[in-house]
């Protein structure tokens, strides 16, 4: 079992920036990735970056070369950087890791979501 539990979202200026944070507990061991989601309003989760067990990254063209994902190992945290933030990334941002394990196969996981409102 896995529980994400996101933070750092709030409200914004355009071309701000801000940064939130995930934080994993339980059997993390076995998380292969973990990813950051994203929904607007009347709009579709849509996925924003994700990070993969070898460290590799990937990110949705609309936030390739604003956004950074990251994690740190110890406290067991994936975080995400949000630089030149507009308008339409006016969102809830959700955490998301995959999990695999013997009895159970591949898992899902989602964070309740952080508010991020970017306007001016």
């Known amino acids: 079992q896995v529980q994400l539990v996101e933070s750092g979202g709030g409200l914004v200026q355009p071309g701000g920036s801000l940064r939130l944070s995930c934080a994993a507990s339980g059997n993390t061991l076995s998380i292969i990735t973990m990813a950051w989601y994203r929904q607007a309003p009347g709009k579709q989760r849509e996925l924003v970056a994700v990070i993969g067990s070898g460290g590799s990254r990937h990110y949705a063209d609309s936030v390739k070369g604003r956004f950074t994902i990251s994690r740190d190992h110890i406290k067991n945290t994936v975080y995400l950087q949000m630089n030149s933030l507009n308008a339409e990334d006016t969102a809830v941002y959700y955490c998301?890791?995959?999990?695999?394990?013997?009895?159970?196969?591949?898992?899902?996981?989602w964070g309740k979501g952080t508010l991020v409102t970017v306007s001016s």
């Open positions: 998301h890791a995959f999990q695999v394990a013997p009895g159970s196969g591949g898992m899902d996981y």
